[in-house]
């Protein structure tokens, strides 16, 4: 994510009333400008959930910083991995920080930690799981449905896993998203999906149909991406958020 992404999800946000997100992965502080992008992002926010595996307490330098920065932003609440697909290596030493620091954090639950709890956000693929891949689906839940995801681009997409990119949020700066939201999420709500894996299928089959049906690119039009935009975007830095006010949007 660059600071320019993270200025116009801000913007995204406070034109709509946005009070409340959740922060995760690849890991935060491994990208350069993790604080000052942080400090962008939670600007008005009334709460920010911080989702890390804990490795920056393995750096005394990192580890300084990290507790640092929570302790000038009270908006941010922290939750520590500690699962079958972590290391957990550092879990128990950013934990005590965090106790020692009086930044509130919370460890998952047994109940947490099975595949069915999990927030599959980026993976963009339910192999990794029999749960989404056979009989779960993801957005079931009244809390998921009305919830959005937004990536390290400013792309946004119906669903945690990074499927149905359907907006933009700089398209959206000013306000009037809500009505996309709507009218995107409309056409899903008496839908039968019997499972994640179901779904993406779908998605994969209107992603190739939308592909044989655009006209041509001529070449002129074609933008490279330059190199610095390249290593910044290999951040794989994601926001969810959801309203405040659901009642809005459903």
């Not at 999420?185 to 149909?209: D, G, I, L």
Request: charge should be positive.
């Amino acid at each position: 994510m660059t600071i320019s992404v993270a200025e116009n999800i801000r913007r995204f946000c406070q034109a709509h009333q946005i009070k409340r997100a959740e922060a995760m992965g690849g890991e935060f502080f491994t990208h350069p400008e993790w604080p000052q992008i942080f400090h962008i992002l939670a600007d008005k926010m009334r709460q920010v959930r911080l989702v890390t595996n804990g490795d920056w307490a393995g750096n005394a330098r990192t580890a300084s910083a990290v507790i640092g920065f929570l302790k000038l932003h009270p908006q941010f609440h922290v939750g520590v991995s500690k699962d079958r697909w972590h290391t957990n290596a550092h879990v128990d030493a950013a934990t005590r920080m965090l106790q020692e620091a009086g930044i509130p954090f919370r460890l998952p639950t047994p109940d947490q930690i099975e595949e069915q709890s999990l927030v599959p956000v980026g993976r963009n693929r339910c192999e990794w799981t029999q749960f989404y891949g056979t009989f779960g689906c993801y957005c079931g839940p009244a809390e998921r449905r009305y919830s959005f995801l937004v990536d390290e681009l400013g792309r946004i997409y119906k669903c945690g896993f990074g499927s149905w990119p359907y907006a933009s949020v700089a398209d959206y700066l000013d306000g009037g998203f809500f009505e996309r939201f709507k009218e995107f999420n409309t056409e899903f709500y008496q839908a039968f999906v019997p499972n994640c894996a179901a779904c993406q299928r779908a998605e994969a089959h209107a992603r190739r149909k939308r592909k044989e049906e655009a006209p041509p690119i001529a070449a002129s039009r074609i933008t490279l991406v330059s190199g610095d935009q390249g290593a910044a975007s290999s951040y794989g830095k994601a926001v969810r958020v959801r309203s405040e006010e659901t009642k809005t949007i459903a």
